[in-house]
């Protein structure tokens, strides 16, 4: 039998549209970028084929190739502008960490302050990755005070602590997916499942924090760790 559609998800169509329009509220060039760099890469094809007097057959390949140009300037240009939506957001960094491809559990906002700096939890390959969202003066504390909890629970897991935002010696929004993609592999598959497990034993009795958290956010995926 098969599978109803979900009537409350846009078809991919509608979706492309709604991605373009962010696009161009973002950045009105970047459709125009996206145009021109499929034309760019067709024309620059069947030159090519003309040269080679294989014209017919670098028309294929050219049109192939400017579509999938353009898939990958469209693709880019939708992360730069959904970054540039989130940034000063509540729940910003949790957004781009629930879009990080692979064997990834997120759990926002398992701490909160009265300033509504937060931090969220990150297990993967590399352990535990405790992520906060605040200035660095603020959030140290929080950082040592839930490294310390989470370690109790995760006895000889790597828990690597990271503060996303524009201080000195914070990580970027635009940056934080990559970032976190460049830690070591320190756990196999049955490790990771182990540690989420322990992970549940731990107390929820943190306050969320006021206003909305970013749920509608569609982050692009990123790449997928190998």
């Not at 509220?25 to 996206?34: D, E, F, M, S």
């Not at 182990?194 to 924090?209: G, Y």
Request: positive net charge.
């Amino acid at each position: 039998m098969a599978k109803s559609e979900d009537p409350e998800k846009p078809g991919r169509i509608k979706q492309l549209r709604m991605i373009a329009q962010i696009i161009k509220q973002a950045n009105p060039k970047g459709l125009p970028i996206v145009f021109l760099s499929a034309v760019g890469t067709l024309a620059v094809v069947v030159v090519i084929g003309l040269v080679t007097d294989y014209l017919w057959y670098s028309v294929f390949i050219g049109v192939l190739a400017a579509f999938t140009v353009g898939l990958v300037v469209f693709g880019q240009l939708a992360q730069k502008a959904q970054y540039s939506i989130l940034h000063g957001q509540t729940g910003a960094a949790a957004a781009v960490l629930q879009g990080m491809r692979g064997n990834w559990q997120v759990t926002p906002a398992i701490a909160v302050n009265r300033d509504q700096d937060l931090i969220h939890l990150v297990v993967g390959y590399p352990g535990v990755v405790l992520v906060s969202e605040g200035p660095g003066n603020r959030v140290a504390k929080m950082l040592s005070a839930e490294k310390k909890r989470v370690a109790r629970v995760v006895l000889g897991v790597e828990i690597y602590d990271i503060q996303c935002g524009d201080g000195e010696g914070q990580v970027p929004l635009g940056k934080l997916q990559r970032h976190i993609m460049k830690l070591p592999r320190n756990l196999k598959k049955p490790s990771v499942n182990e540690v989420k497990d322990r992970l549940r034993s731990l107390p929820k009795n943190m306050p969320m924090p006021k206003g909305p958290m970013p749920k509608g956010a569609r982050m692009p995926r990123g790449p997928k760790m190998r």
